[in-house]
Antibody, heavy 124, light 110 residues
């Protein structure tokens, strides 16, 4: 059974940093691209970032480019999101999601499994 | 990258069929067959319902079906049931982003 368990959320001041983790199990982690998707309170889903199975390719939404860094440790079956220079508008539940497949190494085809999410609140 | 456009709400009575539209551009929905749909109940994680426009993952009811015409994708729920009441999001690969979600549609079962 595929399981994705996020951790690391919490309250942080504007300008601060936080690192999210996502522990994966039930599938060959290194064979699949992974992604982060967030949802602000009462709002819709927003794609944040993705990383290839090897970790060699990364992708970011314009809203987080230059501030967030996605990475993975395939030996630990864990996905990370390092978030720096946090802003109030980054407040959201952050979901870890498994990518169905990547076509030609760059085209994400969708997300078939999701974690339960971890809440990040940016406030003074 | 702007979000794909969905109606804010759609409603129907039990047993009826409803259709949710998802409008994008030739750079996303119209240009690629990588449209997927997600169901989200309050306080829960999204669940994949349709991928690659019209494919259903195992375990998803055949009451859910997807299609696409030009820059607009659609999700149809037939035989509407009380448990279908939820938020639904479309999404697509986009050449500029590389992924974008729709604005979301609240489905209400009357």
């Amino acid at each position: 059974e595929v399981q994705l368990v996020e951790s690391g959320g919490g309250l942080v001041q504007p300008g601060g940093s936080l690192r999210l983790s996502c522990a994966a199990s039930g599938f060959t982690f290194s064979s699949y691209a992974m992604s982060w998707v967030r949802q602000a309170p009462g709002k819709g889903l927003e794609w944040v970032s993705a990383i290839s199975g090897s970790g060699g390719s990364t992708y970011y939404a314009d809203s987080v480019k230059g501030r967030f860094t996605i990475s993975r440790d395939n030996s630990k079956n864990t996905l990370y999101l390092q978030m720096n220079s946090l802003r109030a508008e980054d407040t959201a539940v952050y979901y870890c999601a498994k990518v169905i497949t990547m076509v030609r190494g760059v085209i994400i085809t969708g997300f078939d499994y999701w974690g339960q999410g971890t809440l990040v609140t940016v406030s003074s | 990258q702007s979000a794909l456009t969905q109606p804010a709400s759609v409603s129907g009575s039990p047993g009826q069929s409803i259709t949710i539209s998802c409008t994008g551009t030739s750079s996303d929905v119209g240009g690629y067959n990588y449209v997927s749909w997600y169901q989200q109940h309050p306080g829960k994680a999204p669940k994949l319902m349709i991928y690659e426009v019209s494919n259903r993952p195992s375990g998803v009811s055949n009451r859910f079906s997807g299609s696409k015409s030009g820059n607009t994708a659609s999700l149809t729920i037939s035989g509407l049931q009380a448990e279908d009441e939820a938020d639904f999001y479309c999404s697509s690969y986009t050449s500029s982003s590389p992924w974008v979600f729709g604005t979301g549609t609240k489905v209400t079962v009357l």
